[in-house]
Nanobody, 126 residues
């Protein structure tokens, strides 16, 4: 089991930046592939970014809509996942969730992830 708690969301103007954090507790954080997903009102949950676990070459992947604007990273010593979001747009408004995958799929599909946080709201105003 791993427990995930997101923080760092809020209200920001378009063009601004936010950094989300996801604090993990329980099983060893470094052994999980991790990801961020988001869900906007009335829309399905969508993949944002993923990062591989410790012990393998670090790989990241991003949704096309956030590539070159968002950066996923992790600090295994602090058991924390991050999402640095720059050049935010109104369409980035959503609840953002972190997720952990114990099967090493490095997937963009939410069904591959075993543990989820409760989410943090990001609202981008024009």
């Amino acid at each position: 089991q791993v427990q995930l708690v997101e923080s760092g969301g809020g209200l920001v103007q378009a063009g601004g930046s936010l950094r989300l954090s996801c604090a993990a507790s329980g099983r060893t954080f470094s052994s999980f592939d991790m990801a961020w997903f988001r869900q906007a009102p009335g829309k399905e949950r969508e993949f944002v970014a993923a990062i591989t676990r410790s012990g393998v070459p670090t790989r990241t992947r991003y949704a096309d809509s956030v590539k070159d604007r968002f950066t996923i990273s992790r600090d295994n010593a602090k058991s924390t996942l991050y999402l640095q979001m720059n050049h935010l747009k109104r369409e980035d408004t959503a609840v953002y969730y972190c997720a952990a995958d114990q099967e090493y799929s490095f997937s963009s599909y939410g069904t591959q992830y075993d543990y989820w946080g409760q989410g943090t709201q990001v609202t981008v105003s024009s």
